[in-house]
């Protein structure tokens, strides 16, 4: 089997910005041989309740959907973008509560399965 290079970035919360403290609620993954960009989140609200009990909790929820979002075919600001120009700009560092982590590389044979592993191993408890 070919294994193609893909790139990942975690998709974080970080509710005091000033503090550093940040959670995982995500994991963006593109693999531009194989014409793929997915981003699966979850948030944990007691990790995010235990950093800041006043989160707004719908609005990470929403924040954190978006990269789901611009993943997929739907309508939105970046649907016209290429899938690597939509990965950039995702990954593009942001001083905000929802940010990604630096970018990594990896091989893989299948992305979708690859994603699993990383949002697994990273993200879940």
């Not at 990965?87 to 905000?96: D, E, I, K, N």
Request: proline residues 8%; neutral net charge; aromatic residues 6%.
């Amino acid at each position: 089997m070919t294994r193609d290079v893909y790139e990942y970035a975690m998709i974080r919360v970080m509710p005091k910005v000033e503090r550093g403290e940040l959670i995982n609620a995500g994991v963006l993954l593109y693999c531009q041989p194989r014409d793929y960009l997915c981003a699966r989140v979850q948030l944990d609200p007691a990790r995010l309740r235990a950093l800041d009990p006043g989160a707004d909790l719908d609005g990470v929820r929403h924040a954190l959907s978006a990269y789901e979002r611009a993943c997929g075919d739907r309508p939105g600001p970046l649907a016209d973008e290429p899938l690597g120009g939509r990965f950039r700009w995702l990954t593009a560092p942001r001083s905000t509560i929802v940010q990604t982590g630096p970018v990594h590389a990896g091989l893989t044979t299948d992305p979708d399965t690859e994603l699993a592993r990383l949002f697994d191993k990273l993200v879940r408890l």
